[in-house]
Structures are given as C-alpha cells and as structure tokens.
C-alpha cells in the first residue's frame, strides 16, 4: 500500500536565488546564476570571524560562485561557524594571528596562484585596504583603485554601474579617467556590451563655478581622443537627465546616453555615496560592489549587507576574475 505522506523536494538552486532576489531585481538575479553556472572561483576570505563575514562565503560557496579559503585565526572561525550553525565542513583555513597578518598572507595566496580574488571579512576597510595598496603587495597596476557598485533599480531597464563611492574621495581629472575606465570594464566584463556613461553634475551646461562640469567636459574629450575607451560618454548631466527619458526631452538634451545611462559617474565620493544609499534605502535597489584597478577582484563587503548584496558581489568578483583570466594575455 503507498505511503500517504509525500517527501517535499529540495529546492533547486533558481528557486533559492528567487527567493533571495525577487522579481524586481531580477537583472542581478541573472548576474548570480550566471557566475552559478560557470562554476565557482577560489577567494580568500579575509579574517572571516563574524557571522557575516562567514555567513556570506558559505551562501556563495552552496551556490558554487567561489571556493572560500579561509584566512584567519583558526580558532575563532570555527568557533563563529559553531555559534551561527555555519557549515564549513571541507573549507581550507590558513592560520593568520591578526587582521595584518590575514591580509599579507592572503595576498601571498594570490601570487601563488591559489586564490584568484579577495574578500573583506569582519576587519577594517583601512587595515584590508592598507595590506592590498601598499607598493610591496604586488597587487597595484599603473591604473588608479576605484570602487564600482552594481545597482539593481525597480522599473529601470538595465543594471547600474556607479563610481566612486567608495574610495577616492576629491578625485582630481586623472584619477576620473580611471573611475571612468574601470567602470566600463566591468561592464563588458559582466557581458553588458559597450555602456552608456553618465558624468553627473548639477546641471548640464558648463559652469566655471562647478568643477564637476569642467571635468566632464574634459573627459568627453578624452574619449573622442581615445584615452579613455570601450564607452560612449557624455556630461555634464544631471541625474534626472540621465536617467529619465522624459526629462531630457523636457530640458532639450539630444544626447545618446541621456535618459538611458548605464553607468552613472558621480563628481566625488559624498555625492557617488549619497546617491548609492538613497538607491539601495529608499528606492528598494539591490547593490553589490567590487574594487577595480588591481590585479585581482577586491570585495568590500559590509555589515550592514544583506545577503543579497554579498551574493552579488561573490557573483560580480567571480565573473571578473574569468574575465581577466581570459584577457591575460591582452
């Protein structure tokens, strides 16, 4: 006689990733399952001694998107595993005494060829910072360091990609170039094809008053004249300009990134910061992020990152480190 009672099935890895990302982020969502399918990538887990730290590298490793090795004190990342019921049963740990010593020993992971990216866990951005840009790490490039957030905005009908809000704080022109170029490759990283790059400001004239406008005036002519490639630019523009079809129409603005841009740049961090949290806290945006500008994919993951921002931005640091794996050579 068949039993009456029925075993429920597992769910599958779309449907948890549906769960963690609803319908209205469902541009990040595509991102994650992306990176899922190819296969997870070795990390270092930076001093991963806090449930959060932890907790986000056992989600990205059950969803094969990276391979964490744990680097830190023994001793207290098992004990966090035990205490928030974190499984990492099989997962490498690679002794570290101190937060400093953790980000020297991971980097020499990467120059072994052992990881193919970085992680912040529960330590200071400045002491995980400090250890990656310091000359003797071997990890900077003639190109500056900048952060990029992805932005998965409801009702927006691509994936945002603004910079910097995070690192560089007054960028001068020089380092905007930078800004400006790590953006759009990560963008063609990511599979998005050739970016529309918004360069905010207030206003969409040239003022000598605002030095936002004289930048991106300045950095539209560096695109004409190939120093900075792979996107089409334009600025100054003002956010509802340059992302409100409507609203470009209203003020006149011609112009083949207004109300369609794909990356927004921001004149400096207060501004590139503001924006991204009234995005993520008031919009209901979904938002990972990853450093640019090093040899390797650098994650600043944060405390107050939900799991959905952590999982993106595995999925982000997996899929670049493909991409420069690919483009080694180049």
């Not at 830190?72 to 595993?81: F, L, P, Q, S, Y």
């Not at 205490?83 to 991971?106: C, F, N, W």
């Not at 993951?301 to 931005?313: E, I, N, V």
Request: hydrophobic share 45%.
């Amino acid at each position: 006689m068949p039993s009456s009672t029925t075993r429920s099935k597992p769910a599958s890895s779309d449907d948890r990733l549906s769960s963690i990302f609803p319908e209205q982020h469902a541009l990040m969502r595509a991102l994650v399952t992306k990176a899922s399918q190819l296969g997870p990538v070795p990390y270092a887990i930076v001093w991963p001694c806090s449930s959060h730290a932890l907790g986000g590298a056992v989600e990205a490793a059950r969803h094969r998107i990276i391979v964490p090795i744990l680097v830190g004190d023994r001793e207290k990342i098992e004990k966090t595993a035990a205490q928030y019921s974190l499984d990492i049963e099989g997962m490498r740990i690679e002794q570290a005494a101190t937060p400093e010593a953790a980000v020297k020993h991971a980097v020499a992971l990467v120059h072994e060829g052992v990881v193919r990216g970085l992680t912040k866990g529960s330590l200071h951005t400045d002491t995980f910072m400090a250890g990656v840009i310091r000359q003797e790490s071997g990890l900077r490039t003639k190109r500056r360091m900048s952060h990029v957030f992805c932005i998965a905005a409801p009702d927006y009908p691509d994936l945002l990609l603004v910079s910097d809000a995070a690192i560089n704080i007054a960028p001068d022109l020089t380092t905007k170039r930078d800004i400006v170029q790590n953006a759009i490759d990560l963008h063609h990283a990511l599979g998005l094809g050739t970016p529309r790059v918004a360069l905010l400001s207030a206003v969409e004239t040239i003022n000598t008053k605002i030095q936002g406008t004289l930048d991106a005036a300045s950095l539209c002519k560096m695109a004409d004249r190939k120093e900075i490639t792979g996107g089409v630019l334009d600025g100054p523009l003002a956010m509802d300009v340059a992302v409100s079809l409507e609203s470009a129409e209203i003020k006149g603005v011609e112009s083949p990134v207004a109300g369609r841009a794909q990356i927004l740049i921001a004149p400096d961090l207060e501004s590139g910061n503001i924006l991204v949290k009234t995005l993520a806290f008031l919009g209901k945006a979904a938002t990972s992020g990853i450093v640019m500008g090093a040899k390797v994919p650098v994650l600043l993951t944060s405390r107050a990152d939900d799991a959905t921002a952590r999982l993106a931005s595995a999925a982000i640091g997996a899929l670049y480190a493909r991409h420069l794996d690919e483009h080694n050579g180049d």
